[in-house]
């Protein structure tokens, strides 16, 4: 078998760009896939059976369709209805919806699982299903959150490869630019796997280290 | 005791879960200042009942008043919304058979916590008041330590600290020894009795019988979801009627310490 080192020495640095722009693409996106999930995770306990449908909804479709299919959505249809977004923006716009979709699971799971007294703790002080939520269960949540929730940033950073789709120049497109040139898809897509493999392992890292710094009980 | 006003009032309490009746019209009034004690056998339906009075748990009929609010209902008669709900329960005080602590938060926090997001005092204010009154029950060494770091009785005694921060005007206590050792059950006790000396009204459900006999102005038997039997006592227990409660008490015998 011919492995061609001229084009992984050519090619390493090279990737380097694209790097940078799936971590630019994939932490805009988390940032505001916890904040929708979070959201949405919140107003799926809340009472309103309004808030709760629509939420069902939401995740219900994001679950039951395809990411590359989410992202023409967002690319191709969002103009027909006036909104057009560059690339990036579209790409961060999907994945954070899509990713939004399975914090809101994990965020509604966790909180559900605190234990019954302590909401009925709250509320015999004459506190609010909502003041319980935020003072008393939420502020438990957080620590059992993080394993899950970098399960869904892990796989939003995998997922942002299909934003090579719509020309986002991330790692993706950016080796496949290189393989249309080059023509040495065995070595360009091993070099893209290991970068793959050695961002999503600091990330894991960091959630680690994020997991332990949180206060136990 | 007897010239008192009535501070509580539960008529026709009534509960099902499913097919099975667990409070069928419960009956109960508690004068201003009374400690009651609620006693039977376990699944008599004592904790339901209250729960029902808080509106931890929504009676099927019967009605709920203390002082000059009926639960569930605004002063016009119309349904409560949830933030006069809540308003209303913070009437009572509810201490928990397992303490339900906020396990992330201090003794002091955990007793400032409501002051501060419900009654909206100052963070300094109301951790000053916990203070006071996690020092009133013995606890002045413990304020900043968080659940886990303290014993079972010690945790009671928080709690009791949690519902007493409200100002409630009675607080229902649902059997605040059962989950303790033996050696931590007296600490929790005294506290209670000395709440009962100060004139709190209190509904408490429990198993000690030393104390219904020391601290109860009135005893309530409860046997199948109903009030079977009532009186001081001296009387309850000195010359049951009931027979339920007559079998109820020679199983007691063994354990109670005289
Ligand atoms: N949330 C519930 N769902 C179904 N059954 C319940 C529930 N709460 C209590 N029960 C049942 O009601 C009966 C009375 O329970 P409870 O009020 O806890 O009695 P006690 O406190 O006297 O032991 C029991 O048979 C119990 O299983
Ligand atoms: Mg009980």
Redesign the interface.
């Given at each position: 078998m011919y492995f061609d080192w001229n084009v992984v020495t050519y090619a390493a640095p090279l990737l380097a760009h694209g790097v940078v722009m799936t971590l630019q693409v994939s932490a805009v996106a988390a940032v505001l896939g916890l904040l929708l999930g979070l959201a949405a995770g919140l107003a799926s306990l809340s009472?309103s059976v309004l808030l709760r449908g629509v939420i069902r909804l939401y995740v219900e479709f994001i679950r039951g369709t395809p990411l590359l299919i989410q992202i023409f959505l967002v690319f191709f249809a969002l103009p027909v209805i006036g909104i057009r977004l560059p690339e990036f923006w579209a790409g961060v716009v999907a994945l954070a919806l899509n990713a939004g979709a399975y914090i809101a699971e994990v965020v509604r799971g966790t909180v559900g699982s605190i234990e019954k007294?302590?909401s009925?703790?709250g509320?015999?002080?004459?506190?609010?299903?909502r003041?319980t939520l935020m003072?008393?269960l939420l502020?438990?949540a957080w620590r059992p959150m993080v394993p899950a929730l970098t399960n869904d940033l892990i796989t939003l950073t995998k997922n942002s490869s299909l934003l090579s789709v719509i020309s986002v120049y991330e790692l993706t497109r950016a080796g496949q630019a290189i393989i249309a040139t080059h023509f040495a898809p065995f070595e360009i897509f091993l070099l893209l796997a290991l970068y793959y493999w050695a961002l999503i392992s600091a990330l894991a890292y960091v959630s680690r280290r994020i997991e332990r710094a949180l206060?136990s009980? | 005791m007897v010239t008192r006003p009535v501070l509580v009032e539960a008529r026709g309490i009534s509960k099902s879960f499913g097919a099975r009746n667990v409070l069928q019209s419960v009956d109960l009034s508690v004068h201003e200042g009374e400690t009651v004690v609620i006693i039977g056998a376990s699944g008599s339906g004592k904790t339901t009942f209250l729960r029902c009075l808080n509106r931890l748990e929504t009676p099927d009929a019967g009605t709920v008043r203390i002082a000059d609010v009926t639960i569930g209902q605004r002063a016009d008669g119309r349904p409560a919304d949830e933030r006069e709900l809540a308003n209303q329960r913070r009437l009572f005080g509810f201490v928990f058979q397992r303490f339900n602590l906020f396990p992330h938060l201090t003794a002091a926090q955990n007793v400032a916590l409501g002051p501060r997001r419900v009654l909206g005092i100052p963070r300094a204010q109301a951790e000053a008041r916990a203070v006071q009154e996690l020092t009133r029950l013995g606890l002045a060494d413990h304020v900043n330590k968080r659940p886990g770091q303290l014993s079972g009785g010690q945790q009671q005694r928080v709690a009791i600290a949690r519902a007493l921060a409200m100002d409630p005007r009675v607080i229902l206590f649902d059997e605040p020894t059962s989950a303790l050792d033996p050696e931590l059950v007296q600490e929790v006790l005294d506290a209670m009795r000395a709440l009962a000396a100060e004139g709190m009204t209190m509904v408490v459900v429990t198993h000690e019988m030393r104390f219904a006999r020391q601290v109860a102005d009135r005893v309530v038997f409860m046997a199948d979801g109903r009030i079977a039997e009532e009186g001081p006592p001296e009387t309850l227990f000195g010359a049951p009627r009931d027979e339920r409660l007559q079998r109820f008490l020679r199983h007691l015998e063994p354990q109670r310490d005289l």
């Open positions: 009472n007294g302590q009925e703790a509320l015999s002080i004459g506190m609010t299903r003041a003072w008393v502020p438990q206060p009980w | -």
